[in-house]
């Protein structure tokens, strides 16, 4: 039983050891005997290797304070190199500090001249970047900007013939100013095409195409744009007999305010037309249009009838005979038709005809007083509603733009322009056509008293 007990455990600690010397133990031990035998090869052989594995860490550690001595060798050296450095810097510095004064000793008064400089070179990068001149003579910016770089690095000082050279282009700038050129360069379409133009420059002030549109130009990439909008009136017609005449003086738009397309140029764009001027007018300022061209059409319609109403009127005042074509003839034609009549029934007979002819003589007048009435009225009301359109938006978006604040105030107040023009010519009309109409009314009544008193004195002298 003890012998069965021991062969258990030297087996499960043969197996252990196996396990852990699983490299030497390459087969499965047949005996005790042999698995004691691996067993002991197997610690012989670690031994052997924990023996070398503490050679190489004491290897390791050597070598490891070795590079420690040699860090602590080199720290020192670089902190006694710093300290040298240190004192030379300040040496340094102390030197510079010294060149300084000197440098600004000897310059004196020219330091006031290199201040001027510079900002005069400032000054004319800024023309450069923005003069139409720099259309015909590209890069020219190139010299002015290595001038400010290399004055600005307080290092070097411009050379005597580097200031000729910028007060000659500052004369080159002034002389352009005042020439009227063509020459041929790039130009982009409102559609976006770029083609080869030519094109004719105003000195520094506008510049035109062929076609005499004006163009812009855009300083960022250089390059010219016709304007989508073009000014009106006779602005275009003088730029383009300008673009192509050879010779002589001619009339020509200059905008003074400003090369890349002023504020007064860009005023004449954005002026609208009296077409887009009446659209501002919205619904109210198309009702007020729609009644003055009624107003206009029952005027002129008038006119026509009443004119030749008073023609046959006079033609018929210069007859002996009655004709039926004209109020005249119809109220003399009661008294034709009624000789013996006596004067009480005559005068009424009489009166009634004139009365018969007063709604055609008298047709439409009221029409024209109440649209010369209305009108007026039609333009506040669209005034009121634009006011209130445009507070609106300033209540949404806020007052920051007063230009289109002045903007959506200008179209309110179109309604009431529109309205007053419809009112003011027809009180005129309404004034002409009942004027034509109250003479041939009283030439009736004229001719009707005159019958009467006419008829009166037969009939007494009878």
Request: charged share 25%; hydrophobic share 40%; with cysteine.
């Amino acid at each position: 039983m003890k012998k069965t007990m021991l062969k258990s455990a030297l087996i499960a600690l043969g197996s252990a050891l196996a396990i852990v010397s699983a490299p030497v133990v390459a087969q499965e031990a047949k005996s005790l005997d042999e698995l004691l035998r691996y067993v002991e090869q197997g610690r012989v052989k670690e031994a052997k290797e924990n023996r070398a594995r503490e050679e190489r860490f004491k290897a390791a550690r050597y070598q490891q304070k070795e590079m420690l001595d040699e860090a602590r060798d080199m720290l020192k050296k670089e902190e006694e190199r710093s300290s040298v450095l240190e004192g030379k810097f300040e040496e340094l510095e102390l030197v510079l500090t010294d060149k300084q004064r000197q440098l600004k000793e000897r310059l004196g008064t020219l330091t006031e001249l290199f201040g001027h400089l510079t900002s005069t070179a400032g000054d004319l990068r800024s023309n450069y970047q923005n003069s139409l001149v720099s259309v015909q003579f590209p890069g020219r910016e190139e010299f002015v900007n290595k001038l400010i770089e290399k004055m600005s690095g307080a290092e070097q000082l411009p050379s005597i013939s580097e200031i000729e050279k910028m007060w000659h282009a500052l004369m080159v700038e002034m002389t352009e100013s005042g020439k009227v050129v063509r020459f041929e360069t790039d130009v982009t379409s409102a559609s976006g095409e770029t083609e080869k133009q030519k094109v004719t420059r105003v000195g520094t002030f506008n510049i035109v195409n062929g076609d005499g549109k004006y163009l812009k130009y855009e300083p960022e990439n250089g390059s010219l744009q016709v304007l989508p909008r073009q000014p009106s009136g006779p602005y275009l017609g003088w730029a383009e007999d300008l673009a192509n005449a050879s010779e002589g003086y001619h009339a020509f738009g200059v905008d003074p305010t400003g090369p890349t397309g002023g504020t007064f140029l860009a005023a004449l764009i954005d002026s609208p037309t009296l077409l887009e001027r009446w659209e501002q007018g919205g619904v109210v300022g198309k009702i007020i249009t729609a009644v003055g061209v009624i107003a206009f059409i029952i005027a002129i319609w008038r006119l026509i009838v009443l004119s030749l109403t008073s023609a046959k009127v006079s033609a018929q005042l210069k007859s002996g005979k009655a004709n039926d074509n004209n109020p005249l003839g119809r109220v003399l034609k009661v008294h034709e038709d009624n000789p013996n009549m006596d004067s009480e029934t005559l005068e009424l007979k009489l009166s009634e005809a004139v009365l018969k002819e007063l709604p055609n003589l008298e047709k439409s007048l009221n029409l024209l007083k109440i649209i010369a009435a209305v009108a007026p009225l039609l333009g506040l009301l669209g005034t009121v509603t634009g006011m209130i359109i445009t507070f609106q938006a300033i209540t949404i978006f806020g007052a920051g733009d007063p230009k289109a604040m002045a903007g959506g105030i200008s179209g309110a107040l179109v309604t009431t322009v529109l309205g007053l023009c419809v009112a003011i010519p027809t009180v005129l009309l309404h004034t002409i056509v009942s004027g034509r109409s109250k003479k041939i009314i009283h030439i009736l009544e004229e001719q009707s008293t005159g019958l009467v008193a006419q008829h009166t004195e037969g009939k007494q002298g009878a």
